[in-house]
């Protein structure tokens, strides 16, 4: 789940806004962003929620489910442990009170083209590997060229429209870019992660590797034992640690990640002390599975943070490619068989709300009927994408919570019916197979199953048989890059600024790469417009016309089963930390820091058991 997390992250794109003296042809600026002006101006000393005078020191203990046996997260082979992504650095990054903007990291800054055909990045002249050795433009362009000729195939699709990288100095390259003016192309340039050149030179970048990772970033890998723990530790002379991003920020000596087999062994864990940060995705366990001692007597912290993040999509995601789910009545049909209503009140405490669009928690939402802009964007495509895309609301099938859902089963019979299927038995049988429909739902948790059980019970009142599999970390993952499965639940995150890696979540041409996140193997000409009309976008109100227009055809084509999302990060922590006040976008556990006087108090209490 990490890798999505890394590609979800990637998401979050932007592009360009100015502030700065004007070139001729280009404009110079210390950060890009698509949303309005940038928050920080160019002599900004650090970020606002951060503690800059919080002290270094102390060991963070992380946890992570399932295994590793990889330090090289950017190909497609191998389970990448997480601590890669402490050791690496990008030329720019977002701060959490502002996530669809960039500012210079490995870059100092940044010019872009008016006509947007270019951008060049200024390398700070002082950025440093681990190993001494500078990071120059020799670096970037290697590493690009690598993440696009031999990296994970999710690169080459976000790389697309970046043509190449030229070398116009020792800490000055350009990346020229092809297609239409592409606002978004900037920010996702500048999301790049440096590698070293003469590192790799003498290694393979397209195999795994266990051999400790060698970057620029603040941490580096100085012990781990394969699928147990990695152990990082602080870069003392860090180069980085006075650019304004950073200050304040990776405040502890060590950190130290160990793995789990699952959640509820790693939940026995973090109330044994082995670790000191959970962020608690489930409901039940939120609601019921932290009363012991060291809560009830404070020494354990449990805390809802508020987000602006926009939350995507979590739902059952039908696998277009198996010929039973290219009937999207029959798509259409099983979702009534999912009780939202009922499975929030009775197992997750009342504590979601339900998705309604692919965008959720947005202005990116398509809750409203089509604008006339909307309209203008999806009229070339009726007769070929469903009525209700230019006449409707979208809105999930709903029940009243008793679990009495027998109006939704009519409705989904009545629809079955309709498109032809039969009845026989207490089966749907199919009318193009003559055979029971029958599926798996695909599981990597065994906490989904209570989820998915419910869900099962009610589909066989419409006469159709889910199997439920749960199978480990290594066999899912596996398995979803070839996209062997039926049914699984998976979330598409999303961003404010959402642009390329939209062909790699719905486009046709994603649809049989291996590895890539089109699960539902969506291949649909509508679907692959709208996305470029995104891509293409020349403003924002023509990017939310086209992503609302993109919104509609994706619910309407009944690809998923929507699910829920909550506005809240949920997180237990043991108290031995000093904590500034949260971003805008959630808590940042890397502007924490280890407070003497709360940790000698719980080390006291340790002791004393």
Partial sequence: ????????????????????????????????????????????????????????????????????????????????????????????????????????????????????????????????????????????????????????????????????????????????????????????????????????????????????PMGSGPYRVVKFEPGRFAELERVRDWWGANVPLNVGRYNYDRIRIDYYRDQTVALEAFKAGRYDIRRENTSLTWATGYEFPARKNGHVKLEEVGHARPTGMQAFVFNTRRPMFQDAELRRAIAYAFDFEWSNKNLFYGQYARTISFFSNSELAATKLPTREELTLLEPWRGKIPDQVFTAIYAPPASDGTGNIRRNLRTGLKILKAAGYKIEKNKAISPKTNKPVVFEILLVSPAFERIAAPFVKNLKRLGITANVRTVDQSQYINRVRGFEFDMIISSFGQSESPGNEQRDYWSSAAADRPGSRNLIGIKNPAVDALIEKIVDAKDRKSLVDATRALDRVLLWGHYVVPQWHVRVDRLAYWNRFGIPEHAKYGADSMSWWIDPAKDAALKQSRKKR
């Fill in 1 to 212: 789940m990490r890798l999505i997390a890394i590609v979800l992250t990637a998401a979050l794109l932007a592009a360009p806004a100015f502030a700065q003296d004007r070139k001729p042809g280009a404009t110079v600026s210390h950060g890009l962003t698509l949303l309005e002006d940038l928050k920080y101006p160019a002599d900004f000393k650090r970020l606002d929620y951060v503690n800059p005078d919080a002290p270094k020191g102390g060991t963070l203990r992380r946890y992570s489910i399932g295994t590793f046996d990889t330090f090289n997260p950017y190909i497609i082979k191998g389970n990448p442990s997480g601590a890669s992504s402490m050791v690496y650095q990008t030329l720019m990054d977002s701060p959490m009170d502002e996530i669809s903007a960039g500012y210079g990291q490995i870059a100092d800054s940044v010019e872009v083209a008016d006509d947007l055909s270019y951008a060049t990045f200024n390398l700070r002249a002082d950025a440093r590997f681990q190993d001494g050795t500078p990071v120059t433009a020799d670096d970037v362009i290697w590493t690009f060229n690598s993440l696009k000729k031999d990296g994970r195939p999710f690169y080459r699709f976000y790389y697309k429209n970046i043509a190449r990288a030229v070398k116009q100095g020792p800490h000055r390259v350009r990346f020229e870019f092809t297609g239409p003016p592409n606002r978004e192309l900037p920010h996702i340039t500048g999301q790049l992660p440096v590698m070293s050149k003469k590192w790799w030179s003498t290694r393979d970048f397209s195999k795994t590797t266990l051999e400790p």
